[in-house]
């Protein structure tokens, strides 16, 4: 049984814990593979997306706008911090994040954040810990770069490097990237530490995508509600 069909059978959220899958051979460069046409998108998926991410705005606005003014506060810079992303068919856009560093990398080389960064400031630790720097995506998925549900978008620098070594890495952008997703409730998100690390994602992402139904999307909400309020990964 493989990972999505596990998800699948636990209807019990309390019951369920992702399992860890084996850690294969680091795979060999990809060839050539022919994307598949199946792709995790609708209208039902669309409309939860513009109302959801409506809904959510409007009731955390004052939250929204106090971060903005503590973040300009602490250290200098804009409260919203912007880079470059792949999105569905490979079309670029630009993320919406509020500032959590004392940088703001968009170039050839980015830096991941890791554990006990220096570049994080001490109220981007917090927005980091409990994925609050994320909100402004709300924005990203009312115009249509982003859903709700789907593949993280990782930076443009990232893609870039990524495809080159992990095989089916252009797949994953048959679906519209999103605030979350099946990789990240199955424990597959945040610092690449390894190649495996990026493997595994990949795998997850593009089993998603395979296997996409507006049900599955409902039970990953469902499974990311836990990890707003304390993820190992998020730092």
């Known amino acids: 049984m493989n990972k999505l069909a596990e998800f699948h059978g636990h209807a019990e959220p309390a019951k369920w814990t992702p399992a860890s899958p084996p ?9 050539a593979v022919p994307v598949k046409a199946k792709v995790a998108t609708s209208r039902r998926k669309r409309a939860f997306d513009i109302v959801m991410a409506l809904g959510a705005l409007l009731v955390f606005l004052p939250l929204l706008l106090t971060i903005a003014v503590l973040v300009r506060v602490e250290t200098p810079g804009p409260a919203l911090f912007r880079q470059r992303r792949t999105g569905l068919n490979g079309v670029i856009f630009t993320v919406y994040k ?4 004392t940088v703001a990398e968009d170039g050839d080389v980015v830096r991941q954040a890791t554990r006990q960064d220096a570049r994080v400031t001490a109220l981007g630790s917090i927005l980091r810990k ?6 402004p995506q709300l924005l990203n998925v009312l115009k249509g770069d982003m859903s709700l549900i789907g593949p993280r978008p990782h930076a443009v620098a990232h893609d870039e490097a990524w495809s080159k070594t992990v095989p ?9 990237p999103g605030l979350t997703g099946y990789a990240a409730v199955c424990g597959f998100r ?16 593009n089993e998603y995508i395979d296997t996409w139904s507006f049900a599955l999307d409902m039970k990953i909400v469902w499974r990311t509600l836990p990890l707003i309020f304390g993820d190992e990964r998020a730092y």
């Not at 690449?192 to 992402?205: C, G």
């Open 130 to 135: 409990f994925s609050l720097d994320e909100l």
């Open 190 to 205: 945040g610092e690449v530490r390894d190649p495996q690390a990026i493997i595994d994602r990949v795998q997850s992402d």
């Open 168 to 176: 089916g890495y252009d797949q994953r952008f048959r679906a519209r």
């Open 98 to 101: 509020f500032r959590t560093m």
């Open 23 to 31: 850690r294969a051979a680091v795979a060999p460069l990809p060839q």
